[in-house]
């Protein structure tokens, strides 16, 4: 038996609302219409689904529960273009010329926003000339930092984005500051506006032994029976490679319960 399907996609939607009847996903609520669904497969963030779109009644996890997990790092990213090309540089360099106690102490145990930040640098257009105009560079700088930091402003993203372009100048013995064309910054607030993050989250749970494994969120919902929840929030955990496995679990789930 050959099996013929598709897909359809719908952008620009926001989900409201998940319909419950007797314990059963019946469909969706949007902002433009109603959809129907025999079962729904969240891949939003796992605790936006639970406590926004879902009843308490329906909600698998207490408000305890969430404010009780060790978040892994959120991010502040910066995505930057130069006019000009550098010389002895790699495609990939952490910059751990700091003390890597104090900033991870200020991730986990005293989170805050870091006083001399470790960051990592990505520059793709060393080994792949296509990601840049001819004589340019792409360059992605990345300072890891505790989720759910308040006071995540411009005026702040600009103070570290100064920090470490004069760190990366010093080490590489080569002007930056003055042959960028494009700049964009992003953050905590930015990864609760578009994705809807907890805590502005960029990478789920600590990998902690209290939050592996089955100690993870579960993949299907404890009150709903045709609900599952991917992502990097439940089994297996974060990164893109463990999401993309998160799917293939569900996946069999659902076929091995409905299929």
């Known amino acids: 038996m050959e099996l013929v399907g598709y897909v359809q996609f719908h952008f620009s939607e926001n989900v409201k609302e998940i319909v419950i009847e ?9 902002d433009k219409k109603s959809y129907e669904a025999d079962v729904i497969i ?4 796992y605790h936006f689904t639970e406590t926004v779109l879902l009843s308490r009644k329906y909600q698998s996890y207490s408000a305890s529960y969430w404010s009780k997990r060790t978040m892994a790092p959120s991010c502040l990213l910066y995505y930057v273009g130069l006019n000009k090309k550098l010389k002895n540089i ?7 010329d700091s003390s890597f106690h104090q900033h991870a102490k200020e991730i986990y145990t005293t989170p805050q926003w870091p006083a001399d930040p470790l960051f990592y640098v990505s520059i793709p257009s060393v080994t792949d000339t296509t990601v840049a105009p001819p004589d340019c560079e792409n360059i992605m700088f990345l300072v890891p930092i505790a989720s759910g930091l308040k006071g995540d402003t411009e005026e702040l993203r ?7 372009i004069k760190r990366m100048e010093n080490h590489t013995g080569q002007s930056i500051l003055p042959f960028i064309v494009y700049k964009k910054n992003y953050s905590i607030n930015d990864f609760v506006h578009d994705y809807n993050s907890y805590r502005g989250n960029a990478y789920g749970l600590a990998n902690t032994l209290g939050q592996t494994s089955i100690f993870k969120p579960s993949c299907r919902s404890k009150k709903v029976k045709n609900l599952f929840y991917t992502g990097q929030l ?10 993309l ?9 659902v076929i091995r319960v409905f299929g």
């Not at 007797?22 to 949007?30: C, H, Q, V």
């Not at 969240?42 to 963030?45: E, I, K, L, P, V």
């Open 22 to 30: 007797n314990g059963n996903a019946k469909g969706l609520l949007a």
């Open 42 to 45: 969240s891949g939003a963030d």
């Open 90 to 96: 790699q495609h990939h360099s952490l910059f751990f």
């Open 158 to 164: 600009e103070k570290y984005f100064q920090i470490i």
């Open 234 to 243: 439940t089994v297996p955990g974060p990164g893109v490679p463990p999401c």
């Open 245 to 253: 496995i998160s799917g293939e679990v569900v996946a069999r789930q």
